[in-house]
Each structure stands twice: as C-alpha cells, then as structure tokens.
C-alpha cells in the first residue's frame, strides 16, 4: 500500500574520507538476510555538520553514496548534498538547500523549491539511507509535539513505542523502538540509541545494526514484527464487514469467466461465504438477507496475482484492488507459515496465500530470502522442509547449480510440488524444462533461451536484464527457434509468468517520467509518496532505442504464447502489488490479448493452475464466494478494474473505498 519512505527509493565499505579526524565515527552493518553485504559509516562534525557514505551489494545492484549535512540548532537539515550511485546504479545526485526562507532541491530527473511558513523535513527523492532516517526522527523528537511538515509534500510524525536493552561487544545498550508515520497508517520503524543517534532497524529482507552487533537483530525484529501484526490486526477489524448468513447481489452485470461471457443481468446467493444459487433473471431477496444492488456494475471472481512477495504491511493493497488470492513467489519461510495460520484464524484479513518454497545457493549474488543451500543435499533437504509445511512447490533462483535441477525436480514432484523460477545461470530455459522446469518465471528469461552464448552470461548478476533488453528486439517469434520452444512447453505442460508490467518498463524507462507500471494510480496516491514513481536511470540506459524493438517483441511473445494455449499467469513482482495486478492485465490486453481472456487467465485460469479451480474462479453454486463488484465493465476496459465497489471473501466483506481513505488515496 506504501513504499518505503526511506529506503525503497533506492536501497546499499566506504571508501572516501568524509570529515576531519576529530570527527565522532559511528559505523554499521548492513544485513542480508543476517549477513554482511554492506556497511554504513556516519562521520558526526562540529556545528551540525554530519556526513556518510553507504552501500551495499544486492545481486549486483545496490545504492554507492556518499553524503554531507549541515543541520540547524534543532536538528533540521538545512543543506543536504548527495554523491553516487542508485539502487539500479543510476545518477543518485541530489541536493538540498534552505536560505532566507526557500527551500530548494534539485534531484537527477528534475528539482523544484518552496517558500517555507515553518519548519519542514526533506525526505530524499533518489538514494536515501537509514541515517537520514534517523536524522529526521531526532528532529521530530525535538519538535514540540513530535510533527512536522515534509518536502516536496506530506508531513511526518514520531511515536515512541518501548525501549529495550541489547548486548554487544562493548556490553549493554539501551535502544528506543520509534515509529515514523506519513500517509499510511503502517508506520516505518527506527531504533535510536541513548543519544538518539541510529541504533539499527529491520527491512524484511534487510536490516542495519551496529557493527559487529548483527545478534541484536532478531529481538529488534521480533518487536518490530509484533507491532506490524497488531496494526494489522487493528485494521482487520476495522475494514472486514460481516457478509455471513444469506446474502443476495441484485441487478448485476455478471462475467461467466469459464465461459469468456457476460450476463446482462444476475442475482446471485451467497450462503455463509458460498456461492448458492446464480439466476439470471431478477430474484427478490428474502426477509432477513443482505440485499446489494449491484445497479449493472459487473459481478466477477475475484482475482489471482500469480506472482507476489505478501509483507503484512501491504495486505489491504491487494484486498482494496480485488486481488483475494495470491501466490507468494519467494519470502521469509516462517513468516508465511505464520501469516497463513492468521488469516486462517480471522486475525487477520489478507488474501489466501499460496506460498512457494525458494531456494538458491549460497554465493556473493544470492537472493536476500528463502533458504540458501551450500550444496546438492543441503537443497534436497529444503524441498522437504518445504513440503512438510504445506508449500506447493519449488522456485530456483539465479545461482543454482544448473546440475542440482533435475535431482531437486524430481524430489518436488515425487511431493506433489512444482518447480519453477528464473532459468539458473548457465542453462538455458529449454534445457531447465527437459530438467523439470514446470514455469518459467519472467519474460526475459525467455528472451535469455535465444541470445549467442547465454550459457557464458552471468545471469545472477543485472546481466539478466541488460542483454535480453538490447538484443531481445532480435528475436523473430514465428521462427524454427522459437517454435521449437513453444513445442517443448506445449509438450510438458509448462506455464509463463511474465511479470509483464516490471519488463514492459524496464524496457522502456526514461528517466524523470512516472514509471510504466505506475502510470494508472500515481496521481491518486498521497503526494508525497509521488516521487518515488519517478524513474531514474535504468538498465535500459544507451539502449534506449533497443529497448523499443525488445518491448515489441515482448508483446508477439505473450500474445503467441497465448494463442497456443500456453498458460500466462498474471503477477506483478511489485513494491504496490494490487494496483500493479490492475495495470498487467491492461498491458497484456494492450498486447493483443481480448479483455475476456486476459480476466479468464487471473480468474479460472490462475484456480486451474493451483489446481484450486473445484472451488475458485468462477460463480457458479457450490464454489467459494470470492467475488468482487466492479463500477464499470472490465470485459469492454480492463482499465475498470481500478474502480472496485466491493470485495467479498467468504464471510468478509470489504469497501475498497475506505481502505483507500485510510491509507490517503484518492478515489479512482
């Protein structure tokens, strides 16, 4: 439902002096998944000066800054300068001044200013880090009552939530747990020490502490995740309507996904959460029942993102865009098990999870999740892990061994479990599917099976999007080459997840624009969370031209794929999932696909392949109710889809509308 404030607009030794020698040094490790893979030093000078350097490595990505400050008498930045690298290693430079009054910024896509009234916090626009964090919470504990306006919109405010103590090299250390609130009701957490400098935070996947302090990490998450859960369960309570007993939807459009039809009008029976009776007349409803008229919006399933990593803080992102299933492509494994046996017991509302089992081996470009394996046995043992707690199957990253495939295959589906993911580097997708591959995962995976001498590309590294990116626009899709691909797929059965939308802008970035994927909700969103859907320098940097010819490729693929009746499955793979879902479907339509197919392929279509469809993914009797009102047709625009009156699941009915009123956006 949020970005990250501090971090996702471009998370990352240090290198380059930053203060005088008397300066007071502060150094801290950045955590992967427990691990070291980056560090923060924080040089703290005399009168308000302050400065750092940041980075760290993510598969080869990853934010390289250095930073100077200078803050007033309170604590407020006043001159901020920033060097380096982004996240996708794009021009992070940014600057930041206050005098006589006006603020002024000036970032790599653009810049602006504004006379101040009072006091306002800047929250950078490119590379930010967890100390500019801290630095704008320690300004608000000064403030008087904790609150303060935010540049270029917004404002921000602090609240302390307990102190705890945490043992480390030099002994004991007291850290307060603070969390930081803007538009959203989940707030971003900061862990100062007993000077208010920064102690250290958790990220999911990431985490910053003091150096040589990374054991302190699992107590400061744990108290950061026990606050999340609360919020979460707070507002469950407050968005989840009780729809059990007899409910009946009126004067319904309905959209018969097994069929790719629309019913002019409908009234529908739900029955303590299950689809009862359809008729597709007008049927008054009984004394006693719920009764909704629908007034000729569109009755639907609800639908499915095939492609999802879930964080409790982004839940009602999906409930408020009618996305009711999901399939969880790589997470924290414990925290799925704990999430799903949550919303099984009604603390929490959240789409029905599908969760699958990520494994990589071990080595400098590992995915920052799931289980990481040290060698063959190591992985095989995962897959029983795996298996013993309810995953449906296997997602294999970058940096497997391609001869570990065939053995972690067959032990999947002797499980019942299938295996997928990105094609490991060094195979190529033809050869991962005669392995057991039953998906590939991401269009330029596909793009990678034809490029001369792919197997020599280190794939685990951004490779894996530059190369398909310029010689993609290469590939003919109605070649020998290609059909041999489309043989073999048709062959064993095997799915495409294309994760279209994060691809098609890839491709096509320009810098200082709204990102392709955000181009349909950017606008509704609280304006200070706007900047962070501006793009930067992309991978697609001097290949611009090229990128256009890959784009167009990319829509032939899908559309070929589709028209050989080989499953696509919608997903998004992003940092605003729910929407994102909205603005796949519309592109993959874009791509030549009829609005009709592409709502089967995230309704029935996604139930089929999770082998879920007995009672998901369509309205018919007996099935679940899983349905969403929508105040349009989506069959004639799939662009409707963004306009979602009600949501229901099983017994829980949802108002996106309210959810959108809580977290600060606007209505679509």
Do not use: C
């Not at 029955?271 to 007349?281: E, L, N």
């Amino acid at each position: 439902m949020r970005i990250q404030l501090f971090l996702l607009v471009g998370i990352i030794s240090a290198t380059t002096a930053l203060a005088p020698a008397s300066a007071e040094t502060r150094r801290y490790d950045w955590l992967t998944i427990g691990e070291k893979s980056g560090a923060l030093i924080v040089e703290d000078g005399a009168d308000g000066a302050l400065s750092y350097s940041f980075s760290f490595n993510d598969r080869g990505r990853g934010p390289e800054i250095t930073a100077r400050y200078r803050l007033n008498s309170d604590g407020v930045p006043v001159e901020i300068s920033i060097e380096g690298k982004n996240y996708r290693k794009g021009d992070a430079a940014e600057t930041f001044s206050i005098e006589n009054g006006v603020a002024r910024w000036s970032t790599a896509t653009g810049g602006g200013e504004r006379r101040l009234a009072a006091p306002a916090l800047y929250r950078l626009q490119g590379a930010s880090s967890p100390e500019h964090a801290a630095i704008l919470a320690r300004a608000l504990l000064a403030d008087a009552d904790g609150r303060m306006a935010t540049l270029p919109a917004g404002e921000l405010r602090i609240e302390e939530i307990e102190t705890q103590a945490f043992e480390g090299p030099g002994g004991a250390t007291d850290a307060t747990l603070y969390a930081l609130y803007a538009a959203s009701p989940y707030p971003d957490y900061i862990w100062l020490d007993e000077d208010k400098n920064l102690f250290g935070a958790d990220y999911g996947w990431f985490a910053i502490a003091p150096e040589g302090m990374a054991s302190a990490m699992p107590a400061m998450k744990a108290r950061q995740d026990a606050a999340t859960d609360d919020k979460t369960a707070e507002l469950s309570d407050a968005f989840a309507h009780d729809a059990s007993g007899l409910v009946v939807i009126r004067n319904a459009k309905l959209f018969d996904s097994i069929e790719g039809e629309v019913a002019p009008r409908a009234t529908v029976f739900l029955q303590d959460g299950v689809i009862s009776a359809v008729y597709d007349r007008s049927v008054a409803a009984p004394d006693g029942a719920m009764a909704i008229d629908a007034k000729g919006k569109t009755l639907m399933p609800a639908l499915w993102d095939m492609h999802a990593h879930v964080g409790t803080d982004n839940l009602f992102n999906y409930l408020s865009a009618s996305v009711l299933s999901i399939r969880d492509m790589a997470n924290d494994p414990d925290y799925i098990v704990k999430l799903r046996r949550k919303t099984a017991a009604g603390e929490f509302a959240a789409p029905d999870v599908y969760p699958m089992g990520f494994i990589d081996r071990r080595s400098p470009f590992a995915a920052p999740t799931g289980m990481l394996a040290d060698d063959l046995g190591e992985a095989l043992s995962f897959v029983d892990w795996y298996a013993q707690r309810g995953f449906l199957g296997i997602k294999l990253y970058s940096s497997i061994d391609p001869a570990w495939v065939a053995p972690i295959a067959e032990a999947a589906h002797a499980r019942g479990m299938s295996v997928l993911g990105h094609i490991p580097s060094g195979m190529t997708a033809e050869e991962a599917i005669r392995a057991g591959y039953d998906e590939i995962t991401h269009i330029n995976m596909v793009f990678l099976n034809f490029v001369d001498g792919a197997k020599e590309i280190d794939t685990r590294t951004p490779q894996r999007f530059i190369v398909p990116t310029r010689e993609g626009g290469e590939l003919d899709v109605e070649g020998p080459a290609f059909r041999a691909l489309l043989d073999l797929m048709k062959e064993k059965g095997v799915a495409h997840d294309p994760t279209f939308t994060i691809f098609q802008e890839m491709f096509l970035n320009v810098p200082g624009e709204t990102s392709m994927d955000a181009v349909r909700f950017r606008d509704n969103l609280p304006e200070a969370e706007r900047a962070g859907l501006i793009a930067t320098e992309g991978f697609n940097k001097g290949l611009e031209a090229e990128g256009r010819a890959t784009s167009a490729v990319a829509k032939k693929i899908v559309t070929k794929l589709h028209e050989e009746g080989i499953p696509i499955l919608p997903g998004t793979d992003s940092a605003y999932p729910g929407f994102v879902l909205l603005r796949e479907l519309e592109l993959l339509g874009e791509a030549g696909i009829p609005a009709t197919d592409v709502l089967q392929l995230a309704t029935i279509g996604a139930a089929r392949r999770m082998q879920v469809d007995q009672s998901l993914g369509s309205v018919t009797p007996g099935k679940k109710a899983y349905l969403i009102l929508v105040d349009g047709d989506p069959t004639e625009r799939l662009a409707d889809l963004l306009k979602v009156d009600t949501a229901i699941k099983g017994t829980a009915m949802f108002r996106p509308a309210e959810i959108h009123e809580a977290f600060g956006i606007r209505p679509f």
